[in-house]
């Protein structure tokens, strides 16, 4: 034995450590389940067996040299009388092989390797692997109750038995494969040197099988009747064709249904009276769907790109809408360039507007015009929908009569009459916040990207009326300036009451607003740019009384708490939305969610150093400000209120974006990210890891000094650079000299940094928001 031994230690690469001694093969070899492969039957050989790695899911396996992608190799070293350095691989009597098992398959070394060392030395450099796979067929395994020493070779020892390629044993290594009954009677073999053996049967004339056949170059297998005709095959790629099957119970693990299938499937639920949705509702003018359970399929019969690049350029084409839950319709629309700032993005926003339906999903007010948003900045394609929504739960935690800024509109005198009004009796749908749901955008057939579809800013939603000159709707800008009294009527645009021409009798254009002419509304937006003001100049018992009397409470402060949970950073000046009734009583809408959760409004950088020390609303002539100075004991209690009932908390906010996700589909939303590489929020910053962009503009950097190769930057420390489109902050991470912060840059809009957006990124950004507070409310 000990001759063996030193012929095999001499076979061993010096760097296969921690092998053991063949003393310990069968050990060893049991616990991997008896299983050896030879190159060739007969060849005498000694199994040497590893340590296992601490790691190893089955104790026996060892990490050789890491070959490629084949690691846990357990060698199989044969027997040889050359000295290694000499000894072939392989020869033509099979003196010498080596095999080796990574756990699931049999591999052999080439036979092109000529020595030892060229294996030892090889790696990814050195060309193909020299390994390739072990026939199945050539696998053994020990027979049941027996045990083997290495003297028990197999091929030669009956205590071996081969393992077919079916697992069927076969008893008889005559054959290389067999079938048999369940009786274990051979009726058809394939033999080791090809030739077939097939049983005598008795079969009825015309209806036998005349073929059986393993060399058709398409088929592993096929059958054909006495006619020639094909009656069963096995296609090379592991297809079973059977052209009529009847069966009785079928349980399948999965299915994929071409397009006759699904047609005839279709005919046959129908017939059986199965139904969903409402069906194809293409010819009626008014529609009613539900909101998707998840993403909805439209396609515009355009291509990519026909579709509209800027405002003003409009398309005429037919979209069709598929929702997955039974509800179709086609419709010709008009398709326009919607938004401000995001027309500049790769992708833009638009707005679809019907030419002969009106729509209503849900509980929506319904509309002929939606929106079609691509929230491009926002890796999540939705987080704006997603806050909305989130919104909605904060405002139903107050009591029924709470939850519109106006209640009086909708409140009855008394408890056995009503007003008579359907609008405000019942409800019309309006909800003082948007909603939508995700789509999945193709042109001519082609995937475009997740948009979302969302209501258009509308008084339906507000239950306000056109022409009432109370109902004053205010979009834009609406800043110090403003409300010190300065009203620049570029600005903003008056959505209600509608307006026909300006001061200088031309048309009036949102998109484009200018001075409205005098009339009460204009009064009315004059009035409240002076509140703040007449506030100012009062007593501070005075002013909380003032306060009541121009601003509803309840709503702004909601909207106040809100915004600063989820860093609505763009909520206190350009995206909020102030309306009233009555002429005199304002409220605030949210507005434009879509960076929101620290994301800059270029959807490119977080706002590191504002999410954990920052409450927002609180500038000069902020309506919010005075409400959060003069009503503190109020807004404690609320904020007490909302972090009780479970939505102020990370775990929830969380939830509530994973369900928004979930809606849309992983692979929907792989495809998107794939397609739009470039998303400012889901891609690299392009910054050296010393750095880390915090802000951007210089109105936010004052004092901040030009990053200096020569300035030595203690960690902390704070450098500005003015890049492609605009001036940066950076804070250093790490202490460093004559470190760049940028280490490039994009070719598309903005084309500036950028970061990884992530569920868990929020979530540890409302961990940070709740912390601070926390301790702002005294919770």
């Not at 703040?532 to 409470?553: P, S």
């Not at 929830?652 to 990210?673: A, R, S, V």
Request: proline letters at 4%; hydrophobic letters at 35%.
């Amino acid at each position: 034995m000990s001759s063996t031994t030193d012929k095999i230690n001499q076979l061993i690469p010096d760097n296969n450590k921690g092998l053991v001694k063949p003393v310990d093969l069968r050990k060893s070899f049991a616990l991997i389940d008896n299983r050896i492969a030879m190159f060739e039957n007969g060849t005498k050989g000694i199994l040497k067996i590893a340590d296992a790695k601490p790691d190893a899911d089955a104790i026996g396996i060892y990490n050789l040299p890491d070959f490629g992608e084949y690691v846990n190799l357990i060698p199989i070293v044969p027997i040889g009388e050359d000295s290694p350095s000499e000894l072939p691989i392989t020869t033509t009597d099979g003196y010498y092989n080596a095999v080796y098992f990574d756990g699931e398959t049999f591999f052999q070394i080439k036979s092109t390797v000529a020595s030892l060392s060229e294996l030892k030395d090889w790696n990814e450099d050195s060309g193909s692997f020299p390994m390739t796979r072990v026939f199945e067929e050539n696998i053994y395994r020990v027979k049941l109750g027996e045990s083997v020493t290495i003297q028990d070779i197999p091929g030669q020892s009956e205590k071996w038995e081969i393992i077919g390629i079916d697992g069927v044993k076969v008893e008889n290594e005559e054959f290389l494969k067999a079938w048999v009954d369940k009786d274990g009677l051979l009726l058809f073999g394939i033999r080791n040197d090809g030739s077939l053996y097939s049983a005598t049967f008795d079969f009825e004339k015309n209806k036998v099988l005349t073929e059986i056949a393993y060399d058709d170059e398409n088929r592993l297998e096929y059958t054909r009747d006495s006619e020639g005709k094909l009656v069963k095959s096995v296609e090379a790629d592991g297809t079973n064709y059977l052209p009529i099957a009847r069966i009785d119970n079928l349980e399948l693990g999965g299915i994929f249904l071409k397009e006759k299938a699904l047609e005839d499937l279709g005919k046959s639920l129908k017939t059986a009276g199965f139904g969903g949705g409402k069906g194809d509702q293409t010819d009626n003018t008014y529609i009613q769907l539900p909101i998707p359970k998840t993403i909805a399929f439209v396609n515009f019969e355009i291509n990519p790109d026909e579709l509209p690049t800027f405002k003003g350029f409009d398309i005429d084409t037919t979209m069709q809408y598929w929702d997955k839950e039974g509800n179709f319709y086609q419709k010709d629309i008009v398709l326009s360039v919607q938004g401000t700032s995001s027309a500049g993005h790769l992708r833009k926003n638009f707005t679809i507007d019907y030419k002969d339906a009106t729509i209503r999903y849900e509980n929506w007010a319904e509309r002929d015009s939606y929106y079609l948003k691509s929230f491009y900045t926002d890796a999540f394609r939705g987080q704006c929908v997603m806050a909305y929504r989130l919104f909605k739960d904060v405002i139903n935690t107050r009591p029924y009569n709470q939850r519109k800024a106006f209640y009086s509109d909708y409140q009855a005198p008394n408890y056995w009459n009503a007003k008579g009004a359907i609008q405000t009796d019942m409800s019309s749908g309006a909800n003082y916040v948007a909603d939508g749901f995700p789509v999945a955008i193709h042109c001519n057939g082609e995937f475009y990207g997740v948009y979302t579809i969302v209501q258009k800013k509308h008084r339906d939603n507000f239950d306000m009326k056109k022409g009432t000159a109370k109902h004053v709707w205010l979009d834009g800008m609406l800043a110090y300036d403003f409300f010190n009294g300065n009203i620049i009527w570029t600005d903003f645009e008056v959505r209600n009451p509608g307006i026909d021409f300006d001061i200088n009798g031309l048309p009036y254009n949102g998109d484009f607003p200018t001075e409205i002419p005098a009339s009460p509304t204009k009064n009315y937006i004059i009035a409240l740019s002076n509140y703040v003001n007449q506030i100012d100049a009062l007593t501070t018992t005075a002013r909380k009384a003032k306060f009541l009397e121009y601003f509803d409470l309840n709503g702004i402060m909601d909207y106040f708490l809100f915004s600063n949970l989820v860093v609505n950073f763009d909520g206190f000046a350009k995206n909020w939305q102030f309306y009233t009734k009555d002429g005199v009583k304002w409220s605030i809408a949210l507005h434009d969610l879509d960076n929101i959760f620290g994301q800059f409004w270029k959807g490119n950088i977080i706002l590191v150093d504002e999410i954990p020390t920052k409450i927002y609303g609180l500038g000069a002539k902020d309506p919010t400000k005075y409400m959060h100075s003069h009503f503190m004991d109020e807004t404690k209690l609320r904020y007490k209120q909302l972090r009780d009932s479970g939505i102020f908390s990370a775990d929830y906010i969380t939830d509530k974006l994973k369900e928004w996700l979930d809606g849309i589909t992983y692979p929907m939303l792989k495809n998107d990210l794939d397609k739009w590489k470039d998303t400012p929020s889901f891609r690299n910053s392009k910054t050296n890891p010393n750095w880390v962009a915090y802000a951007m503009d210089e109105s936010n950097l004052a004092g901040v000094q030009s990053w200096n190769s020569a300035t030595n930057y203690a960690v902390g420390a704070k450098c500005k650079m003015a890049l492609l489109d605009d001036v940066y902050g950076f804070k250093a991470l790490t202490a460093n000299t004559n470190v760049n912060p940028v280490t490039g840059s994009y070719e598309t809009y903005p084309p500036d940094l950028g970061f990884f957006n992530s569920i868990d990124r929020v979530r540890q950004t409302i961990i940070q928001r709740i912390a601070l507070m926390d301790a702002t409310y005294n919770y």
